[in-house]
């Protein structure tokens, strides 16, 4: 069965990117020249999915906007005989259909991801988290996560990484059994467990594919003590019913919601751009660091 749909929940605060993020979307951040969400919807696009899903929140019309039509700036680029510059502006545009939803508060990822019940409807989908920017020389991660799914038979699926044992309280945590080829069969997961709770430092990152059976066990996952509702502690419920996966995928990850992890994205895209990077590291170079 082939994933048409990739959701992307983009309604939280960014607030350890304040105050960038006060009047503008953290997804909208330009890493180099483009923004992040663009990098993403086109990692979704690679893995065949062209129904993009955004559950917004307060201040996200800029991404609506960026995938939108600019005819006043086509008009413009085309009276100054920009072709190339039209062609890449009008090319965002034509990426995908693109549907937006709204999230009211932030109440935590799971309470985004209920919002979308009605619009993946019967289907499997993926969520794509826009701060987690990973490149990769070979697939995409959200391919090598599709065949995942596909090698068996349409079960749920979690990227993960192996993260610092100092890291793992900021993140939801696997216990898994290892079952070849970096891909681990979920015994059970945790929410940002103490360093001595953890059952590993397997670090869910943000890319997954789930079936619609998540909603119901998002339906009946109670709030935690921070008054949101979190898609690890419904993943933990579903995978007592059926198989879920992890795929300790094969790529470098930035946390680009971060302002560190944004710094070291944007020097190493720099470097890797083939118009910029000779010239980008001759510069680095005349720092005495
Ligand atoms: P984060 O916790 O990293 O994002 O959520 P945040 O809350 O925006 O950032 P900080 O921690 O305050 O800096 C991961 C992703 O889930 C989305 C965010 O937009 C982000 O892409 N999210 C989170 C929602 O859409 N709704 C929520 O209620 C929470």
């Known amino acids: 069965m082939r994933i048409r749909k990739a959701v992307f929940p983009v309604a939280g ?17 330009s890493l180099v020249d483009k923004p992040l969400i663009q990098y993403v ?3 979704a696009m690679a893995a065949g999915m062209n129904e993009i899903v955004m559950i917004t929140g307060r201040n996200k019309n800029a991404i609506e906007d960026h995938f939108d039509r600019s005819v006043e700036l086509e008009h413009i680029l085309e009276k100054k005989g920009n072709m190339e510059l039209l062609e890449m502006v009008r090319s965002i545009s034509e990426m995908c259909d693109f549907i937006y939803t709204r999230q009211k ?36 991660v959200m391919t090598q996560l599709v065949d995942v ?37 979920i015994k059970s997961m945790v929410e940002k467990p103490p360093r001595d709770k953890a059952p590993s430092n397997m670090a869910i990152i943000g890319r997954y ?76 170079k005349t720092l005495k660091l």
């Open 149 to 185: 799914f596909h090698k068996t038979g349409g079960s749920p699926v979690v990227a993960v990484e192996r993260v610092p044992m100092e890291a793992v309280s900021s993140y939801g945590v696997i216990d898994g059994e290892p079952l070849g080829n970096g891909l681990y069969l």
């Open 209 to 284: 594919i789930l079936t619609p059976d998540i909603y119901r066990h998002l339906e009946n996952t109670p709030f935690d003590a921070k008054g949101e509702l979190q898609l690890t502690g419904a993943i933990n419920s579903l995978l007592k019913e059926r198989k879920v996966y992890a795929l300790e995928f094969k790529g470098k990850r930035y946390d680009a919601g971060d302002k560190l992890g944004f710094l070291k994205a944007t020097v190493e895209f720099a470097l890797r751009r083939p118009d910029l990077g000779d010239s980008f590291l001759q510069y680095l």
């Open 105 to 140: 508060e932030p109440k935590g990822l799971g309470h985004a991801v209920l919002r979308v019940k009605d619009v993946t409807d019967e289907e499997p989908f993926g969520v794509l988290l826009g701060d987690d920017i990973i490149y990769t020389e070979g697939s995409p």
């Open 41 to 43: 919807v086109e990692e």
């Open 13 to 29: 605060l960014g607030t350890r990117f304040l105050p960038a993020t006060k009047a503008t979307p953290k997804e909208m951040l």
